[in-house]
């Protein structure tokens, strides 16, 4: 069995911890029990959305929340989101993602970092305060990101379990992060919408092939590797069904770290955008990745400038 070191911030001295998640490798394309819980809060412990909601996310794998800003707030957010796309200096960062063939933007990360806006929502007690709750640990922003999925030519990204990618290419050691999604543009039907498969966190999809060198510098455009096979995805689609995420500006789509999803390409005049946050307990900090590759840049995976989301009071969002 592998092992490698984990950092916790209730134990300063480093631990062994195991892959209990292995993939890629040489193993066969398998489905497997997932290990860990979904909702890591206590049960009689307070819930900051109605219980109901939070048997859904545990049964599911996600959760829609919609309307959770007001348009006001969305304009805001949509300002910014246009101000970033015309930084020049942000688009030859090197942390900004071209789509292959257009030249157009795909992603701008460490939003939270670049952008007074973005960082005030990543610490809104509205997700931050829900992320706390239900990994029940203080959160970190691993990895933030705009998303936009220009109309006419905004490409596809094929089905994908996160926690597979984030486990074997970043040490990400258990499923105790989440994702929230906040559309910042209408989610038709038509214009390459999130899609989601019910119920597929609970089963860990072991991927075929071996991990390539620098393999995020392709994989942030079209992934390949970390896919799961077609017999895997027709097993657990047969299970869950396929659930399309639309609706309307202000909403948030939140899931697990495990779900698998993915999104059509958009031809339609209609361009798809969203604000994306990736909450990881505290406890849950990555180790060395569980490859033979070393760590991914940091703007994908935070390692070094770790600290802990500080929620914004109530009063600063009502």
């Excluded at 829609?64 to 006001?72: A, G, P, Q, V």
């Excluded at 390539?212 to 299970?239: I, M, W």
């Excluded at 309307?248 to 031809?267: A, E, Q, Y």
């Amino acid at each position: 069995m592998i092992h490698r070191i984990m950092n916790s911030k209730t134990a300063p001295t480093p631990k062994l911890e195991p892959d209990r998640y292995p993939s890629r490798g040489g193993l066969p394309a398998q489905l497997s029990k997932r290990l860990d819980p979904v909702v890591y809060a206590a049960e009689n412990s307070p819930a900051p959305i109605e219980r109901e909601r939070v048997k859904e996310y545990e049964q599911q794998g996600f959760l829609i929340l919609e309307n959770l800003f007001s348009d006001e707030e969305v304009h805001h957010f949509q300002q910014e989101l246009e101000r970033l796309r015309r930084n020049d200096k942000i688009a030859a960062s090197g942390e900004t993602i071209i789509e292959p063939g257009s030249g157009d933007i795909r992603s701008i990360f460490r939003i939270h970092q670049i952008s007074p806006v973005f960082k005030k929502l990543a610490e809104d007690r509205r997700l931050a305060g829900l992320a706390q709750y239900l990994l029940d640990d203080e959160v970190y922003i691993h990895q933030s990101r705009l998303n936009y999925k220009p109309g006419f030519r905004g490409k596809e990204f094929y089905w994908h379990s996160d926690f597979e990618t984030w486990h074997v290419e970043d040490g990400l050691p258990a499923m105790r992060t989440l994702s929230m999604s906040i559309t910042l543009t209408e989610n038709h039907p038509a214009n390459g919408p999130l899609m989601l498969i019910p119920g597929s966190h609970l089963h860990y999809v072991v991927c075929e092939g071996e991990t390539p060198a620098n393999h995020f510098k392709s994989s942030l455009r079209k992934q390949e590797y970390g896919v799961p096979s077609d017999h895997c995805l027709n097993q657990l689609t047969e299970a869950g069904g396929i659930v399309t995420a639309t609706g309307k500006p202000g909403s948030v789509i939140l899931f697990d770290c495990n779900t698998m999803h993915g999104s059509n390409g958009n031809i339609t005049p209609y361009p798809r955008s969203n604000a994306f946050f990736v909450y990881n307990a505290l406890s849950n900090r990555a180790v060395d990745p569980f490859c033979d590759q070393p760590p991914r840049p940091e703007y994908i995976c935070s390692r070094k400038t770790i600290a802990p989301v500080i929620v914004a009071p109530k009063e600063n969002n009502d």
